[in-house]
DNA sequence: GTCTATAGGCAGATAGAC
DNA sequence: GTCTATCTGCCTATAGAC
């Protein structure tokens, strides 16, 4: 009695998010239901309720862990990439993982959603991309100052850029269930960004 | 009697096309419903089944209209526009115009939700793609050949990119109601494909 | 072409037993 | 924590009158 978890059995609770997470990945989060999950988990859906109260709220959840694991992600490409173009092959490599597994960017996923999302989940979602962002604009200006990429006006912009072109080369190349699609769309954009002289260096 | 349309009244089907289609464009396809279209056009939901017998086949009608326009729009864009850049920087005005609505592409929009939509519908969101890749890779190889235009590799390839990346730049610009932040992300990507010294003067 | 009425189903959510 | 049972509301769709 002394020691006791302050919240509901993490097992179940981290099983309902995986569930969830990949639903939405794939149907959206207008296109599933609780009815999906239980069903999946096999529970009742009134036993989901005792986990997450409300939809939105296992919306919120769902956001909370997803940028968390990204940041862990984005921490892991910084730790194993040598120098900023890897960094960048790292970065999209993260979005051919998910694509592979014929699934949607998440906050990809809610943005095309956002009108019909609760205010707490639109406000994590631009929470995501501010943070893909910053990482982003950390790699490319450190890229610029060593030498080893190039691209014109502010970091930003770039990561903006970067972001946006993943984010829709994955919406895209999902209906056509074609990775190479995507694959050849994000070598051709960094390509662009990658100092010729540097990239021999790469390997 | 003689004489008469073969269908029905073109003046509300198409309001109603009117309608769905922003909806569609703004909450997605699962986040409309013909109530929604019956309560802003002023009649009952049984009216619309008339004109669109279910919700699968006026999603197809939506997409089959959205693509003609956009073909359209496209032949206006060849006609106004003098050389390879200035058809790029219409193009992506195309989307601009969409965006300062609040609205997402609709086949952009129907691509996040391409899991979820009817067979029938998912083909013409493919053919929407198609053609957009089609017209584009005209205007680059074209571009290139008048050496006004510069990319690595098969303009088919850089074409998907500028799709891609004009969708994942709205996508994501919409939550933040930032038009200038998707102006600069295209200013971004168009700037790496036009060549320097031919942007001024031509031979 | 449009209406009212309604069918039949699924949605998110709650009550209360265990 | 999980269950069964149920509520209320909205969904797509249809029947039949006008």
């Known amino acids: 009695m002394a020691v006791r978890v302050s919240q509901s059995d993490p097992g179940t609770a981290a099983r309902i998010l995986d569930i969830a997470e990949r639903l939405v990945q794939v149907r959206g989060f207008n ?9 999946e988990l096999g529970i009742s859906k009134a036993a989901l309720h005792y986990h997450f109260a409300g939809k939105a709220d296992l919306g919120e959840a769902l956001i909370s862990r997803y940028t968390s694991n ?14 900023a173009p890897a960094r960048l092959a790292g ?3 993260l979005y051919l993982q998910v694509l592979r597994n ?4 998440l906050c990809g996923m809610l943005a ?5 999302l609760p205010q707490p989940m639109r406000e994590a979602v631009m929470r995501f ?11 490319l200006e450190q890229g610029r100052t060593d030498g080893v990429l190039q691209f014109a006006g502010p970091g930003r912009t770039t990561a903006r850029l970067i972001i946006g072109s993943l984010e829709g080369a994955m919406l895209i190349a999902r209906p056509y269930g074609d ?6 769309t994000v070598d051709s954009l960094l390509g662009g960004l990658i100092r010729p002289a540097a990239a021999a260096t790469v390997a």
Chains 1, 2 share one sequence.
Do not use: H, I, P
């Open 31 to 39: 296109g599933f239901s609780y009815a999906d999950v239980a069903a």
């Open 70 to 83: 990204f940041a862990e992600a984005l921490a892991s490409v910084d730790a194993t990439a040598a120098d």
């Open 129 to 139: 991309f501010d943070q893909n962002e910053g990482w982003l604009e950390g790699v």
């Open 91 to 93: 970065y999209a490599d």
């Open 112 to 116: 095309a959603e956002y009108q019909t």
């Open 179 to 184: 990775d190479a699609r995507f694959q050849a």
């Open 102 to 105: 014929e699934k949607m960017c």
